[in-house]
């Protein structure tokens, strides 16, 4: 009796152990896979703070302790429209007239950056972008003539909402001001 | 210890432990495919399909939007290229190889992202690489420190800091994983105030 216990004694901690590891492994991988989903203060949440969707809005200067995303770099301008596209396709418009970098990016409520292209991808600084469910994309396509390719570039959002992101860089502190207006001239409605 | 306490436990601790180590390589930014070149550390990317789950949980726990990679490339570095923690104790200097791309910059943040205040009236916070001032072989060489340096002088807030590169428009990519630590900028450590 006595020696049946010594042996199951060790055998019968390492089985706990391994279930202790069993659901240690099952916890971190569905809460690394559930984050994006579950937590609090996303890009998506701090941008769409900032107002209604289908609005473009310019983020204040970069200040230390003030950003509203991080990570950001303080030599570019930061614009953003938060869309829904519960009431349809949302649509990003504008002229670039000079050669400055911008940057556009598209990203779905969860985090997924689906799109992105700088000025240089514009057609002759043309900016004409529709985001769009893929039910709402399939509508328009049905209403397309049938001898003209569509102007404007189409996008599938992965989401219901999400975000697109516009960086304008400027090469010097000087050229901000010129940057910023270069992002205030490019128009977002729902 | 009846059997409802021990699977009590089990669950217990299996769970504190999972937990403990979700917060830990979400804060960390720890991933599967992590691009490392010398002291810089590729910025994650989230695609919209595919993608590391563990960059796509650090990206939404730190709330940042990050680049996509038709945009460019991001770096981080928290340690100089001999590998110690960067500290703005001591000066350094940032010269050597630049991938190639549209535009760089180099920014000095704090370990969040946050950009840091340094005292005096320099309030720059980073570089453009058009405001970088070059040799006449078209080199450059950045200075960090906490008092005014000539040349291209960042100043530095006291305290641990992170540095930020980032190549816009740039043809490298981070899924070739081209890049490696001889064409990435060299940061080295030189006097440091004891």
Redesign the interface.
């Known amino acids: 009796m006595k020696h049946k216990r010594f042996l199951s004694r060790p055998l019968e901690a390492l089985t ?1 152990l391994a ?11 569905s ?3 559930v ?2 989903r579950i ?1 609090p ?3 998506f ?3 769409a703070a900032l107002g209604p969707p289908n609005k473009l809005v310019l983020l204040p200067a ?4 003030r ?1 509203i ?7 570019t301008a930061i614009a953003a429209c938060p869309y829904d596209l519960a009431r349809g396709p949302v649509r990003l418009r504008g002229q670039l007239t000079t050669d400055a ?1 911008v ?6 409520r ?9 000025d ?2 514009a057609l002759r600084g043309r900016v004409d972008v529709v985001v769009a469910t893929r039910d709402q994309l399939d509508d328009i396509e049905a209403n397309d003539a049938e001898d003209e390719l569509p102007q404007e570039l189409r996008l599938e959002s ?1 989401a219901r909402q999400g ?1 697109i ?1 516009l ?1 304008a ?4 502190p000087s050229l901000m001001g010129e940057a910023r207006d270069r992002l205030s001239s490019l128009t977002c409605e729902g | 210890m009846n059997l409802f306490w ?1 699977v009590a436990a ?2 217990l ?7 403990g ?2 917060a830990l ?2 804060a960390r930014g720890f991933g599967f495919d992590i691009v490392q070149a010398g002291p810089w550390r590729a ?1 994650p ?5 595919g ?1 590391d ?2 960059a ?2 650090a ?14 490339l ?1 770096f ?1 570095a928290v340690v100089d290229s001999a590998g110690t923690k960067l500290n703005a104790s001591c000066d350094y200097r940032i010269a050597g190889a630049m991938p190639s791309a ?2 760089w ?1 180099l ?1 000095v ?1 704090d370990t ?6 340094s005292e005096g009236p320099a309030r720059r ?2 570089f ?1 690489s ?2 970088i001032v070059r040799d006449a072989k078209g080199d450059f060489e950045i200075r960090l420190a906490r008092e005014a340096r000539p040349g291209n002088w960042l100043p530095l807030a006291p305290g641990v800091f992170t540095l ?1 590169l ?1 190549l ?2 740039s043809p490298h990519s981070l899924s070739a994983g081209v890049l490696d630590a001889s064409e990435m900028p060299v940061i080295s450590r030189e006097r440091c105030a004891s």
């Open positions: 706990w279930a202790i590891l069993c659901v240690a492994g099952l916890v971190h991988l809460t690394i896979l984050m994006p937590a203060n996303t890009s949440a701090r941008i970069l200040e230390p302790g950003e995303l991080p990570f950001e770099d303080p030599a970098l940057l556009l990016s598209f990203h779905g969860y985090g997924q950056t689906f799109y992105a292209m700088t240089r991808s992965p975000f992101l960086r860089l400027a090469e010097r | 021990k089990t669950a601790v299996g769970a504190a432990l999972g937990l180590a979700t390589t979400v910025m990317q989230v695609p919209a399909t993608g789950p563990y796509r949980a990206v939404a726990r730190s709330g940042r939007a990050p680049l996509g990679s038709a945009e460019g991001g981080t549209r535009f910059t920014t943040t969040k992202g946050h950009l840091v205040v916070a980073g453009t058009s405001e930020a980032r816009y428009d």
